[in-house]
C-alpha cells in the first residue's frame, strides 16, 4: 500500500515527461475533476520520516528528459530498401545545413548520414556467400579475408569500404576492385606479360599523338581529349600513350629508358598498367648495359666499381661449389636476393641501377666481397691451397684471381702478378709452353728418321 500511495503522489505532482504540451492539459483536466479528492495536499497519505518529498507541480521534474532522447532519427533511420534510403540521406543533408555550424545536433547528424550510406552501399553490394577465387583474364582473384583495410578499387575508381563490401586482389599483378566489378575488369593480368615477354621500352616517351589512339584511352577505350571534354587526356611517361582519368592516377614511377640512357631517376607519372607492369619488372635482370650504353661506364663510377667486384664474385665461385664448408655454410646464399650476380656480371635490373645510384649497392657488394674473400685466404685450408704461384717471377704471396695486384690469362686461368706480367710480354708464358708442346707433338718427323 505504502508504493501505491507514492506512485499516485508522483502522478500527481509531474508532468508526462513524453508529451509535455499534451500532458499539462490533461493534468488540469485531471485536477478539475478530481478536486474534491486529490486537490488539497492535506488529504495525501503522510510519507515516512527520512524519505524525499516531491514539490514539482509548476515544472518538470530534471531526469535528464530535456534532449530529445525519444524520437525517431532524422533520416528515416528505418529505412530499408534503396528508394527510402536515399531519400533518406537526402532529408539529413537538408537538416544538417538548417542547424548551426559545430553544434552538437549538427554533430549528430553528420554521424547519421554516414550511417546512412553505408547502409545504402550495403545494399548496393551485398555481402553473399562468394567464391574464394575467380579467374578472369589471366587474374587470379582471391577473396580478401580484411575487414579493417581500406583501398582504392582499380576498375571504378572509388573506396572499397572492407567492413561491409566484398573484395578481390589478383594474386599476380594486385589488381583490386569490388565483387561488383570484376565482370567489368577488361584488361588482362600483367603478370603474363612479364612472364612471356620480359622487356622494356627502352625509347624515352615514345608518343605518337592522341589522333594515332582515335582520341580514346589507351586501355578502356573512352572518349579523351586534351581540354578535359569529355574526360582529361593524360600521357603516361612510359609508354607515351594518353590515358583517361579512372585508368591513368598521376602514379609516380621511375622511367627505365631515361635511367640507361641519362642515369635519371626522377619519378614520372606513369598509367595504373604500367604501374603494375614495372613494379612486377623492378627486380628482373632484363638490362644488358653494355649493349644498349656502353659509354654509360665512363660517366659513372659507381657502375665500374660494382662491375669490377661482381667479376671478382664470379671468380670466387668455384672455390665454393668445391669446398665442402663453404657449401655447408651457404656462403652464396649472400646473394639469394640478386641470383644474376653469381650467373653473369652484365645483366642488371632496374632495382640494381636504383641501389647502384643511392650507395646501397656498392657497399652491400663490398661486404659481400670481403666475407668471400675472408673464407677463401684465411678461414678454409682447402680453398688456401688452390691458391696461385707466379710463375714469372715465382716469388710473393700465393696469389688468388680475385686480387687487385694480379691478372689472369683468359685462356687457361694462370695468375701473374699484373707487374710481371705486363712487364714480360702481353702473351701467357704458359699458353706459349702450351704451344709449343702441342707443335712439337705434332711436328713430322725428318728424312732417315724410322716412322
Known amino acids: 500500500m505504502e508504493y501505491d500511495e507514492k506512485l499516485a503522489r508522483f502522478r500527481q505532482a509531474h508532468l508526462n515527461p513524453f508529451n509535455k504540451q499534451r500532458g499539462a492539459r490533461q493534468h488540469e483536466q485531471r485536477a478539475g475533476e478530481e478536486a474534491p479528492d486529490v486537490a488539497s495536499e492535506a488529504t495525501l497519505p503522510e510519507l515516512a520520516p527520512g524519505e524525499p518529498e516531491f514539490h514539482c507541480a509548476e515544472r518538470v521534474m530534471d531526469l535528464g528528459l530535456s534532449e530529445d532522447h525519444f524520437s525517431r532519427p532524422v533520416g528515416l533511420f528505418l529505412a530499408s530498401d534503396i528508394q527510402q534510403l536515399q531519400q533518406a540521406i537526402e ?43 575467380r579467374v578472369l583474364l589471366e587474374h587470379r582473384f582471391y577473396k580478401e579475408k580484411s575487414k579493417s583495410v581500406k583501398q582504392t578499387c582499380d576498375r571504378c575508381n572509388t573506396i572499397i569500404w572492407g567492413l561491409i563490401q566484398t573484395w578481390y586482389t589478383c594474386t599476380g599483378c594486385y589488381y583490386r576492385c569490388h565483387s561488383k566489378c570484376l565482370n567489368l575488369v577488361s584488361k588482362p593480368c600483367v603478370r603474363s606479360k612479364v612472364s612471356h615477354q620480359a622487356e622494356y621500352e627502352l625509347s624515352i616517351c615514345p608518343e605518337a599523338g592522341l589522333d594515332s589512339q582515335d582520341y580514346r584511352c589507351a586501355e578502356c577505350r573512352a572518349p579523351i581529349s586534351l581540354r578535359g571534354v569529355p574526360s582529361e587526356a593524360r600521357q603516361c611517361d612510359y609508354t607515351g600513350q594518353y590515358y583517361c582519368s579512372h585508368c591513368h592516377w598521376n602514379d609516380l614511377a621511375v622511367i627505365p629508358a631515361r635511367v640507361v640512357h641519362n642515369w635519371d631517376f626522377e619519378p614520372r607519372k606513369v598509367s595504373r598498367c604500367s604501374l603494375r607492369y ?90 659481400t666481397h670481403t666475407l668471400f674473400a675472408k673464407h677463401i685466404k684465411l678461414d678454409c685450408e682447402r680453398c688456401q691451397a688452390k691458391g696461385f704461384v707466379c710463375e714469372l717471377c715465382r716469388e710473393g704471396d700465393v696469389l688468388f684471381p680475385f686480387d687487385s695486384h694480379t691478372s689472369v690469362c683468359s685462356d687457361c686461368s694462370a695468375v701473374f702478378h699484373r707487374d710481371c706480367y705486363y712487364d714480360n710480354s702481353t702473351t701467357c708464358p704458359k699458353c706459349a709452353r702450351l704451344m709449343l708442346r702441342k707443335q712439337s707433338l705434332f711436328q713430322e718427323p725428318g728424312p732417315g728418321v724410322d716412322a
Open 91 to 133: 532529408e539529413c543533408k537538408q537538416v544538417i545545413l538548417e542547424l548551426p555550424e559545430q553544434s552538437e545536433r549538427q554533430k549528430d547528424a553528420v554521424v547519421r548520414l554516414i550511417h546512412l550510406r553505408l547502409k545504402l552501399q550495403e545494399l548496393k553490394d551485398p555481402n553473399e556467400d562468394e567464391p574464394n577465387i
Open 278 to 367: 614495372l613494379a612486377l619488372m623492378v627486380s628482373r635482370p632484363v638490362l644488358r648495359l653494355r649493349e644498349i650504353n656502353p659509354l654509360l661506364f665512363n660517366y659513372v663510377e659507381e657502375l665500374v666499381e660494382i662491375r669490377k667486384l661482381r667479376q671478382d664474385i664470379l671468380l670466387m665461385k668455384p672455390y665454393f661449389i668445391t669446398c665442402k664448408e663453404a657449401m655447408e655454410a651457404r656462403l652464396l646464399l649472400q646473394l639469394q636476393d640478386r641470383q644474376h650476380f653469381v650467373e653473369n656480371d652484365e645483366m642488371y635490373s632496374v632495382q640494381d641501377l636504383l641501389d647502384a645510384h643511392t650507395g646501397r649497392l656498392g657497399s652491400s657488394l663490398t661486404e
